[in-house]
């Protein structure tokens, strides 16, 4: 390893000590940025070493640097000439001590003034990320940006158990980024064990860019999605099947009345537990028969005692709570009464809406054949890796086909069930008090179902995963938020992030909205966001030692790129169109 001989060290000195920065003065910045040749050349964001002694190191990283003149007056030949002097002004920013090459925040313990300054080696600074960090717990994806020969450790555990962020303009390398972490995530292994590790990763891609860069994942996309509506909870089911715009209670209180009645009737268990049933029981209702108990009560009139009578075939009977169920059937004829019901005809734009969602093949998905027949454990299943078919670690969420007013509701579904998955395996696995299967949900463009706004086509998606965020750890369940737009995401979401990856970032909004939330600043490291290059991120948080820039590694196979090469294949022979193809797509 290299070491310096420090009667070649350009004269440096610490000429002022700030709560969080010192100043250092330097002769001639040129020699003392070009000591060693195993050093890199110094710029900002390089490290120095500020020692008083051998043992004892305070690392700082280089803010800024300026040139001062100084004034002179000497003799020369007896004549009195001004000379002036230059000297280079570097600013750093304290990072924190090397003691007997342990390394720890702060430099509180530095005694004034330090006697050496100069560039610090690649061996202590890889003391500085590697000292506090075992072997088992090293998650390395990146590099340090200022010299690359160096690569840069995280913390996994804390990276994982806690909640992340990766955010970046568009073409700054977040997918990259996103799709190396996931790699090393995926791959990494503590023995020599054949065949997958343990991790489950779900990843909700709004734009299909993933599917290249993990092969062997489980792809699910509009083809092969199978989502039970019957799972959808009352504000998913709200969302989906009731016009809230209107804000009609009687909806609303009508349409759960038939759901849980219907839940009730489907229920094959012990008949003492069917009491215990509710509006959102995890069980199977069929809903064209809820469609039927809506048309019924649309048409119901009063009898003069407020009774209700209804007429199967020569049978009379009075609509009650024993006798609801009977609304399910089909060819049943309203008794006339002596006054309209409260509800008469009311219920028709309702009926005509669920009608209209029952018949949208685009929601086939959600509500066809294979929704109704699919198992609860085969719907989690599919999504951790579990399928009977296949085995694997992530498993990619291809939104890109789900139709934009069911994009909330998917989200919001597959989020909360995965959330409660992790929440009944702790308390299932109440002897080891732990979770086996810890997830990640990894959201790419959390900004376009978790946003600020307060639209109800959002609720749905935005109260699964902040519940998620504030809840989720304790079961075993975190989450990955990439987004181009950092200052569109919910406040409650991102600021339960502990660890971020900040890459170039060029709209003001989106800068300031990270500054404030990064939990760890650092002098004006983050005034370099818009001029980072493809590749280049600020890693800051708790899973780092300390704020640092890096470099990404390359990640390899990689996403399908989203930039199209215009210019390029404008240049091409005209190409012929296969229109039938395209809307045959359409029309599925």
Known sequence: MSTLDNSKVPSAEVIAVYPNKIKIAVDDLSKFATIDEQLEKLRVGSYLEVADDDNHKLIVVIDSYSIEYREEKVEIKGEEKILKNKRYIIEANPLGTLVNDKFQRGGDSLTIPPTKVKPALPADILKVYQSNITDSEKFIFSKLLTDETIEVPVNGNKYFNKHFAVVGSTGSGKSHTVAKILQEASSSKMGGYEGLNNSHIVMFDIHGEYKTAFPEAS???????????????????????????????????????????????????????????????????????????????????????????????????????????????????????????????????????????????????????????????????????????????????????????????????????????????????????????????????????????????????????????????????????????????????????????????????????VKKLLPDTMGNMTDMLPSLKAGDALLVGESIVIPSLVHINECSPEPKSSDIRYYEVWKEKWKDVDFSKIIEQWEK
């Not at 989906?240 to 219907?262: C, G, K, M, P, Y």
């Not at 509006?279 to 119901?300: A, C």
């Not at 029952?358 to 929601?363: E, F, G, T, V």
């Open 219 to 513: 792809y699910i996309d509009i083809d092969n999605l199978v989502l039970p509506y019957w799972l959808l909870n009352s504000e998913e089911l709200t969302e989906l099947f009731i016009d809230t715009e209107a804000n009609d209670h009687n909806q609303r209180s009508v349409f759960q009345e038939a759901v849980t009645a219907n839940k009730k009737k489907h229920f094959k268990g012990a008949y003492n537990l069917k009491s215990k049933i509710h509006y959102d029981s995890p069980l199977f209702f069929e809903i064209n028969e809820v469609l039927q108990y809506l048309k019924y009560r649309n048409i119901e009139q009063k009898q003069k005692d407020n009774s209700i009578k209804w007429k199967s075939n020569d049978e009379e009977f009075i609509f009650n709570d024993e006798n609801c169920e009977r609304l399910f059937e089909e060819g049943l004829k309203i008794v006339p009464g002596s006054a309209t019901g409260t509800l008469n005809a009311k219920f028709i734009n309702f009926v005509n809406r669920l009608e209209i969602k029952l018949n949208d093949k685009r929601l086939d998905f959600l509500l066809d054949s294979k929704a109704k027949s699919i198992t609860f454990e085969e719907t989690l299943k599919q999504f951790i890796g579990y399928s009977d078919s296949k085995q694997s670690n992530i498993t990619i969420i291809d939104l890109g086909g789900i139709p934009f007013e069911a994009l909330s509701i998917t989200v919001s579904l597959i989020s909360r069930i995965l959330f409660e998955f992790g929440f009944f395996f702790m308390k299932s696995n109440n002897e080891k008090q732990s979770c086996d299967t810890p997830l990640l949900l990894l959201y790419e463009e959390a900004h376009k179902y978790v946003p600020k706004s307060d639209l109800v086509k959002f609720r749905a998606s935005r109260s699964a995963i902040e519940r998620i965020a504030k809840e989720g750890r304790k079961y075993g369940v975190t989450l990955g938020i990439v987004s181009q737009r950092p200052s569109e995401i919910s406040e409650t979401i991102f600021s339960q992030c502990n660890s971020f990856v900040v890459m170039r970032l060029t709209n003001p909004d989106d800068q300031n909205y």
